[in-house]
């Protein structure tokens, strides 16, 4: 598979701040569509603007900021706004997050993510 028939078979990842470089790095290096806060210089940005940026991407966004991104998941569905999906993972070990994140990525599409809320 090259890499541009992997992205678009694939959900588009962001990360926000609070996210392992390790996940970051581990999904990246199998072929997957992943930005960091880090890499689009959005570190230190509020929760509303990593949304928003998230969105102007169209990715999908992964943290382990529950209570706020549940918030911002909320806000996008109340003003009938479009987002990309909001993955909030458990802290665990940075292997487990992987593991769960591909078995997310081998269940669901570009399409059924969006505008919907993920734990993992």
């Known amino acids: 598979m090259t890499d541009g028939e992997n992205s678009a078979l694939y959900?588009?990842?962001y990360f926000d701040e609070d996210v392992s470089v390790r996940i970051v790095?581990?999904?990246?290096?199998?072929g997957f569509d992943v930005l960091s806060s880090r890499n689009a210089e959005m570190s230190g940005?509020?929760?509303?603007?990593?949304m928003l940026y998230a969105?102007?991407?169209q990715r999908a966004i992964v943290t382990h900021?529950?209570?706020d991104f549940e918030t911002e998941h909320r806000k996008f569905v109340e003003t009938g706004l479009k987002h990309y999906g909001v993955i909030i993972a458990k802290r665990r070990k940075p292997e487990e997050v992987v593991t769960r994140l591909l078995a997310l990525?081998?269940?669901?599409?570009?399409?059924?993510?969006?505008n919907q809320l993920r734990y993992i």
């Open 55 to 57: 969105v102007s991407q």
């Open 11 to 13: 959900i588009h990842l």
């Open 45 to 50: 940005r509020s929760d509303d603007e990593q």
């Open 25 to 30: 790095d581990n999904l990246r290096t199998r």
């Open 65 to 67: 900021n529950r209570v």
């Open 105 to 114: 990525l081998d269940s669901v599409s570009t399409d059924e993510i969006e």
